[in-house]
């Protein structure tokens, strides 16, 4: 057989009929980190843009004008979704390092657990700080 019958022959392929429907490849992830990682660099583009407007509209400001500025429920939101989407890109961020330069299988598993671990610790943190000065209560 020549090389390029060999190709589109899917009777020869080592990949699974699943795996070829399924888009997925060698690391069985397919594009969805892909396109995560593409979505959420476009959302923080726009939250973050928010974010920086809100401090610098608190520039200057004493600590009771921030915390007011703060409780306002909208910038709460945005506030919320920019820390929601900061930590997102950046677990899938440092998960696509890891995967790719971290060989040892055990220390690939260990540092993806650390890192995932590490963001939702990140991400509530933030969180719970702007709803504990949204509900009243600052920190």
Not at 40 to 69: E, K, P, Q, W
Not at 90 to 115: C, L, P, S, W
Not at 129 to 136: E, H, K, M, S, T
Request: contains cysteine; aromatic residues 8%; glycine residues 6%.
């Amino acid at each position: 057989m020549a090389k390029e019958q060999v190709r589109q022959d899917t009777s020869v392929s080592i990949r699974t009929p699943r795996a070829r429907v399924a888009g997925l490849g060698v690391a069985h992830h397919g594009v969805g980190h892909w396109w995560l990682q593409r979505i959420t660099a476009v959302t923080n583009t726009v939250l973050m843009l928010s974010f920086v407007i809100i401090v610098a509209r608190m520039s200057g400001r004493g600590y009771a004008d921030a915390v007011h500025v703060v409780a306002n429920p909208f910038v709460s939101i945005i506030l919320i979704l920019a820390f929601l989407s900061v930590t997102l890109h950046m677990r899938i961020g440092m998960q696509v390092v890891i995967e790719d330069y971290v060989h040892a299988q055990a220390t690939k598993i260990v540092a993806v657990f650390a890192n995932n671990v590490y963001a939702v610790l990140v991400a509530v943190a933030c969180v719970y700080a702007v709803l504990r000065i949204g509900f009243g209560q600052p920190a």
